[in-house]
Structures are given as C-alpha cells and as structure tokens.
C-alpha cells in the first residue's frame, strides 16, 4: 500500500476544503490515489469538496482576439501571480492569441514558430518567450487555444485576466456579449444536457451511487427500513439529471435574470449560440504542494550531518 505522506493530505485538504483526517482516511482508503480519495470525500462530504476543488492553482493569463468573424482564445502559464502583471508578460499573450486567429497554427509547436518581435528578441515568438525569460527571471509557457473561423458572429469576455470566453453565435450582440459573461460566472461545461461528455455523467453516477450507499449505512445504524432497491436508483437519476441541468449553458437560470434559463433569454432575443470556449487559468494544473516540515528536516539533517 501506497505511503500516506503529510504533503498529500495538505494537497487534498487544499482541493476540498476537507477536515485534515477526513483528507487522511480518504487517502488511506483510495491506497493514495489522489483522484479516488477525491471522489470518496465528494460522496462523504457532499458538493463541497468538488465545488472547492474547481479552484485554480496555477498562475498565468487569458488572452481574447476577434477580428469580424475570426477569433481566439488562449492561456498562457507562468509561475507566480507577480508575472501576470508584468506588461512585456501580457503584451506577449495579446500578441500570441492574435497570432493564432490570423495564422490558424496546428499547435502550440507551430504557433512557437511563427515570426513575432518583441522587447528586442525575435524574429519568432519562442525566441520571444525565451528572450522574456531570461529577461523576467521566471518560466512561462503557452498552454492552450481555441480558433474560431466558421464564418459566425464571434462575442469575447475577459474576467480580469484569469478567465476569458468566446461565444460563436447568430442574432444579437448584446445577447451574446450577456451569454459570454453567463459562461465566465456560471462555468458550464456544454450548450446542452446532451452535449455533457459520458465519462462526466458517469462520475456523478458514481458520486451519486455512493452517497446513496452512505446514507443506507446510516440509516441502517439508526435502525431505520431500508429504501428499496428501485427508490435508491431514482435517487441516484435524479441526482444525475440535476447535475446534467446545472452544467448545461441552455438549461441554467440566466445571471441576469433567474426566472428564465439562458435558452429561453436567447430565444426571446432572437439568437442562438452555436458553441463557446472556456478558459480558466490553471485550470486542472497542480501545482506543487511544499512540505514544509519535511523540507525543515531535511536542513537540520543536513546540518548535523555538515
């Protein structure tokens, strides 16, 4: 069995928001696999822990370029929050999305190599991004983009720079504008219920499973009947199809009015989307989690061994 060091409890205390030995017992239960002790402390917990564990970790920024009908959106990473203030940084991110909606690179490989000058280092972006390195004093790297060229209305948000959203729609623009904004705070995952990815619905199935089989624990120990076998799945759908609503862009309540989901604002502005993308700084990037205490040992080891 896989060692339970203090680093990975501090890791998925850190994800959930879990009590210190709630973090252990899951660890220990999951033989340390950080994923499964996750989902175990989702099914204990509740909502809580997975809500907590959306949070974002890693540094860097979002950068948005749409030009009429050809657009991008793109992540590029660094490691402290101190960077993404730094203007030659952000400079180098603007420039880098525009790169990618007027040059439909295959890659982060070939949107590296395009020609790009900046700050006195060239003539392509990696050169660019070396130069800044050396210049700044700390790593950075492109992540991620997304390129829109389908010839459809393109609507951008940036909140701050740590979460950006292009919408692909038809009909409004203020609309769209508003539907973008929706995305960045409501965080949807597909247009549609049935656009949700399998292996998405098939973990909350299994959350949904497993908190059914704890409160049967439960109410078996307070001498309370048993639910019946048919009961318990409707439980467990019902909770799939209210995850499926809250992820689903159409089916949520609209930030700006909740009396009508964002399908229905649409519908009345005459609009409709036709995809978006989402980007969340450090989003499913872990970040290194410091042992302190091991790291004080490991001097005072090293100075009584000097």
Request: glycine content about 8%; hydrophobic content about 45%.
């Amino acid at each position: 069995m896989a060692a339970i060091t203090a680093s990975m409890v501090a890791e998925l205390r850190a994800k959930t928001d879990a009590p210190m030995m709630e973090c252990k017992k899951a660890l220990t239960e999951a033989e340390g696999n950080m994923d499964k002790a996750e989902e175990l402390l989702r099914v204990k917990l509740g909502s809580k822990a997975g809500k907590a564990a959306s949070r974002v970790t890693a540094e860097g920024v979002v950068a948005a370029f749409v030009e009429g009908s050809t657009g991008a959106l793109l992540e590029v990473n660094c490691e402290t929050d101190f960077v993404t203030k730094n203007d030659s940084f952000l400079a180098l991110a603007k420039a880098a999305a525009e790169l990618v909606a007027k040059n439909n690179p295959a890659d982060v490989a070939a949107l590296s190599a395009l020609p790009y000058s900046q700050d006195g280092f060239g003539p392509t972006l990696e050169d660019v991004r070396k130069g800044l390195i050396g210049k700044i004093g700390e790593n950075m790297s492109f992540r991620r983009f997304k390129r829109y060229a389908n010839g459809g209305k393109l609507a951008s948000y940036l909140h701050g720079t740590r979460i950006g959203v292009v919408v692909e729609f038809d009909g409004d623009d203020t609309a769209a504008k508003d539907v973008a904004m929706h995305i960045a705070a409501m965080k949807p995952v597909a247009l549609s219920s049935a656009d949700v990815p399998a292996e998405l619905i098939e973990k909350e199935r299994a959350v949904a499973a497993g908190k059914a089989a704890e409160d049967a624990k439960a109410a078996e120990a307070a001498g309370k009947p048993a639910q019946s076998a048919e009961i318990v799945t409707k439980r467990i759908e019902g909770s799939v199809q209210k995850y499926l609503k809250e992820v689903s862009l159409f089916n949520q309540a609209f930030v700006k009015n909740d009396k009508q989901t964002v399908e229905q604002m649409l519908k009345a502005a005459g609009s409709t989307v036709k995809g978006f993308t989402l980007y969340v700084v450090g989003e499913g990037i872990e970040k290194k989690v410091d042992d302190f205490a091991a790291e004080v040992a490991a001097q005072v080891a090293a100075a009584k061994g000097a």
